[in-house]
């Protein structure tokens, strides 16, 4: 499980009527990079940025078949809420249950198809405690 004080990146492509064309999600951790699966950034694509801030975790769950993954749909958590706050951050807007100061946009570049934004996911200031790694599997005293 990866450690709770790394950040994320996050890259998006929107098309320029900023509907979401794809995502990528990378949380670097332990010196080594977890990705995102492509299955949420699929089931995204054509999406609005609005209807992309109303997603519900525990309907994706349902929808991408993670009920038994726990560790899918941790990531999927991660992805969700980097995806949001970046959102959020781009938009420039507050929104319920998302932290507006977590998101730091590195980039933000208008081609002549798409609009790309390069981002820098903080954690999020709600998961649960996880044992770095180094301690994880070490025999409890």
């Not at 519900?56 to 706050?85: C, H, P, W």
């Not at 790309?116 to 044992?131: F, S, T």
Request: hydrophobic fraction near 40%; include cysteine; proline fraction near 4%.
């Amino acid at each position: 499980m990866p450690c709770s004080d790394s950040s994320s990146g996050l890259n998006i492509r929107l098309d320029h009527e900023e509907r979401l064309v794809k995502f990528e999600f990378a949380k670097i951790t332990c010196s080594s990079e977890i990705g995102g699966g492509k299955t949420l950034s699929a089931f995204c694509v054509g999406k609005s940025l609005e209807e992309l801030l109303e997603l519900d975790f525990r309907m994706l769950v349902s929808v991408l078949g993670l009920n038994t993954d726990e560790e899918a749909q941790f990531i999927l958590y991660m992805e969700l809420d980097a995806l949001k706050s970046a959102i959020v951050q781009y938009l420039g807007i507050e929104h319920e249950g998302v932290d507006v100061e977590r998101c730091k946009i590195s980039s933000i570049e208008h081609g002549a198809e798409f609009i790309d934004i390069a981002l820098v996911i903080l954690p999020p200031k709600e998961l649960p405690k996880i044992l770095p790694c180094s301690l994880s599997d070490r025999p409890k005293n």
